[in-house]
């Protein structure tokens, strides 16, 4: 099943934007004169002052400097919205569909032009200048597109955090970028469940001083406390100001936002995007990913706190005056049938998801499925982690009818838009393959030393030169974003990830290859997971690695040593297990925990985490060289109480 092979339906390759020469040909001329090419492609959007140069960039690791369209001046907000009114101002811009499927609304590019603008009003009568820090707390509610185009609108640099995380990661990402407001809601809805967001706030307020004021739209109406001074209603700041707010004029290399992302140490990093090689790129890979011609209703049923949210439900599609649909609830609520529903709705063309979602739902049986029309589909998308070739199969025969092509686009928070993935009309599919470069992206694989390795091959994935949606630096701390991507393999862009090469020159992401894991799509770095553990006051030492996760893609493993004359109990995991939600969130709840009275170290006290993933892998047979440790003797305890026993 594995060497399926789809082709290009007849139909797309007629009437997408591009068929397999046009690709062949606009990649060779992107990649052999990259000024050419974007010069011509920036022009997709309205510049205020237009770019007279297109690309500088350097990967030297002692001069790495990212900037494209650097003379231009422009506007996101006025890209996304007002250029769009002349013609579309009655169209549909946001279809937003509520996590109770009673509740659904459409805004048309007018009344968004409205929101954003008094969005922006309340912002500056906030005190909120170009270049302030603005963290956004809010769950999948239209205001929080608005909330994201008003900052954009005045100059002033996002920072979402996705509505799951915990008061302790909130606080810590608003103390990173030093905002001093923050926008959230009383509550929010998901599955039918409160999320507490205000209260939330409070929590991580007790934590980091400076916010002067905090913003809180009415999403369920409940009863939540209100600071005098510091806390007010969106509603009643909404109603004083204007519906009409001229926007900031900005450079191309101005921030646009800060979206933070887990990687292997530390705490996590403040990916910062700025204005104008962004939003060319988000715009150009959905136009031409999607295949999104005028009149689509497109889905991307990610979430705003993650980058997918940001560049492919907001920047991109809206960009482009697409109709987007915003979805608040959850793919199993309030049956496995609701994405299913919800497409037969609002006929959408068009569907982005993750592979965890697919299996989930291939999980729970094809009569969900098989009961709706989906007439209205002719794309499908995956995004956020590998997708099995059993999840893809099933996705592309039952959900998509056999009638639809799979884009299944691998990129990364970094990246700010995808960089590996079939165009519709151009690319044979290969059932778990994210095949071939987008136009102007070199991917390579490089061995252990950064030796290119050629033709089918498997190694380190890595990316040569720029592109325009490329992050430009970690917020504050230039030299980590150096360090973190530009100095493995010195010259290139190191993505993390594992990559194999077909004799086809089809790409297929392994996956991680540092100590970042990928649970339902969402990133986690150990060391956070590690880290919230330690702080426990009952464990003494803590290591954290992945497992495969049949719904997950990758579960949580944590090994724990507790504190001298601790119980290993299992009210205590269950302790634990409540603990790393508290600190860091759901998203990072541990799936198995092992009490280990030791762990395997090497004599100069490294912990071995390949002995500790086989281990958790159950392939204990595999375990290689334990004659570096310090104390051989650990791994038979270990192994004897493994907890993934198949
Ligand atoms: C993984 C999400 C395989 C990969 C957009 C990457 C994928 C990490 C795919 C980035 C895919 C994303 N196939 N793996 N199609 N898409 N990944 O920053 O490991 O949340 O490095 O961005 O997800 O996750 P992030």
Redesign the pocket.
Known sequence: MTDAVIPVPAVMADNAYVNNEAYLAMYKHSVEDPDGFWGEVGKRLDWIKPYTKVKNTSYDPHNVSIKWFEDGVLNVSANCVDRHLATKSDQVAIIWEGDNPAESKSITYRELYENVCKFANVLKAHGVKKGDRVTIYLPMIPEAAYAMLACARVGAIHSIVFAGFSPDSLAGRVEDCDSKIILTADEGLRGGRKVPLKTNVDAALEKVSGVTSVIVVKRTGGDVPMTDGRDYFYDAEAAKVSADCPVEPMNAEDPLFILY?SGSTGKPKGVLHTTGGYLVYASMTHQYVFDYHDGDVYWCTADVG???GHSYIVYGPLANGATTLMFEGVPNYPSPARCWEVIDKHNVNIFYTA?TAIRALMGAGDEHVTKTSRKSLKLLG??????NPEAWMWYYNVVGEKRCPIV????????GGIL??PLPGATILKPGS?TRPFFGVEPAIVDAEGGILEGATEGNLVITTSWPGQMRTIYGDHERFVQTYFTTYKGYYF???GCRRDADGYYW?T??VDD?I?VS???MGTAEVESALVAHPKVSEAAVVGYPHDLKGQGIYCYVTLMDGEEPTDDLKKELRNWVRSEIGPIASPDLIQFAPGLPKTRSGKIMRRILRKIAEDEFGSLGDTSTLADPGVVNDLIDNRQNRK
């Open positions: 992302t993650w980058v997918t592979p995956s995004v956020g982690e590998p997708i299944d686009t691998w990129w990364q928070t970094e990246t590996i993935t994210a993505t993390g990830d992401i996956g991680r970042v990928n799509g969402h990133r």
